[in-house]
């Protein structure tokens, strides 16, 4: 019985250092709606079309990444959003790599982001659907 007080007892620093705070809590919280907020900027404007389960990666010229939502710009008029929880970091200038195959992105695809300029990795994602926003 000691000895299982005794390893709890030097156990209990290292857990708490693992446990999310109220603050942490809300700072993600706010994250999340500031990023929201973003988007909806970025989506102004344009009419929500259908999902697709894959977009020809060819028709894009730009991504940005917004929380976890990602925007394939086409043009000012045309644009797709997926989301891709684990690839955050994008919307904080994080560079995004897909392997796509025949062309084209696609439900399920991995993708992963890395740091700008070490070339770090800093997360990992799958793709969902791609929601088409037109004007």
């Known amino acids: ?20 705070t109220a603050a942490d809590v809300a700072r993600d919280r706010q ?15 344009l009419t929500r079309g259908e999902a697709r389960s894959c977009l020809p990666y060819t028709r894009t010229n730009q991504t940005r990444g917004y929380g976890d939502a990602i925007v394939y710009v ?5 644009k797709y959003v997926t989301r891709a929880p684990g690839c955050e970091a994008l ?4 560079t995004l790599v897909t392997v ?19 070339r770090l990795p800093t997360g990992v994602c799958s793709l969902g659907d791609f929601t088409e926003y037109r004007k």
Request: glycine letters at 10%; one cysteine or more.
């Open 1 to 20: 019985m000691r000895i299982l007080l005794a390893a709890l007892a030097l156990s209990a620093p290292l857990l708490s250092g693992c446990a999310a």
């Open 31 to 45: 994250r999340a709606a500031s990023a929201e907020e973003r988007l909806s900027r970025e989506l102004a404007g």
């Open 74 to 78: 086409v043009s000012p008029r045309l």
């Open 91 to 94: 919307a904080g200038g994080d």
């Open 100 to 118: 796509q195959t025949a062309g084209q992105l696609c439900r399920g695809d991995s993708a992963r982001t890395i740091h700008a300029v070490s």
